[in-house]
């Protein structure tokens, strides 16, 4: 038995996520250029605020070229977890799976969440709209992994 899921990711998210962070550090090269001329009236103030928004916006920046930031398909089967995904393959054995859970933040809501760790990485799998598919793929996962006997 396989199954397949893929998830959508939108274009213009990644755009706007290096474009605000672009912004940011333009913000905090142009705060630099101010506190190193002595044109600033509070340059303690100044530097506490660049640093803060150029470290968020570099972290902007690089999480738009994550894995999960571009299109994803995983594919479960008797063998493990294959994650299609932009940079390429990877498949975990589930004996590489650490955890699953799923997450059903309300009985009346539409979506449902999976977390799956798998090796140094997290992977949040949305499902809209598909209650069942989202339990069967548990039920098949969490039959197979290793569990902690407490």
């Given at each position: 038995?396989?199954?397949?899921?893929?998830?959508?990711?939108?274009?213009?998210?990644?755009?706007?996520?290096?474009?605000?962070?672009?912004?940011?550090?333009?913000?905090?090269a142009?705060?630099?250029?101010?506190?190193?001329?002595?044109?600033?009236?509070?340059?303690?103030?100044?530097?506490?605020?660049?640093?803060?928004?150029?470290?968020?916006?570099l972290?902007?920046?690089?999480?738009?070229?994550?894995?999960?930031?571009?299109?994803?398909?995983?594919?479960?089967?008797?063998?493990?977890?294959?994650?299609?995904?932009?940079?390429?393959?990877?498949?975990?054995t589930?004996?590489?799976?650490?955890?699953?859970?799923?997450?059903?933040?309300?009985?009346?809501?539409?979506?449902?969440?999976?977390?799956?760790?798998?090796?140094?990485?997290?992977?949040?799998?949305?499902?809209?709209?598909?209650?069942?598919?989202?339990?069967?793929?548990?039920?098949?996962?969490?039959?197979?992994?290793?569990?902690?006997?407490?």
């Amino acid at each position: 038995m396989t199954f397949t899921y893929d998830v959508q990711k939108r274009k213009a998210n990644r755009i706007a996520y290096r474009i605000l962070g672009s912004v940011f550090m333009l913000i905090t090269a142009l705060q630099g250029i101010t506190l190193f001329k002595g044109l600033s009236k509070h340059p303690m103030l100044t530097m506490i605020f660049a640093v803060i928004l150029g470290a968020y916006g570099l972290y902007l920046f690089a999480m738009s070229f994550r894995r999960q930031a571009f299109n994803i398909t995983y594919k479960f089967s008797e063998e493990g977890m294959l994650v299609i995904h932009h940079y390429g393959e990877t498949m975990y054995t589930f004996d590489d799976i650490e955890f699953i859970t799923m997450v059903i933040p309300d009985d009346s809501l539409i979506y449902y969440l999976l977390n799956i760790k798998a090796g140094k990485y997290i992977y949040t799998i949305p499902f809209t709209n598909k209650r069942e598919f989202c339990e069967k793929l548990y039920d098949f996962v969490n039959e197979r992994i290793k569990h902690d006997e407490d």
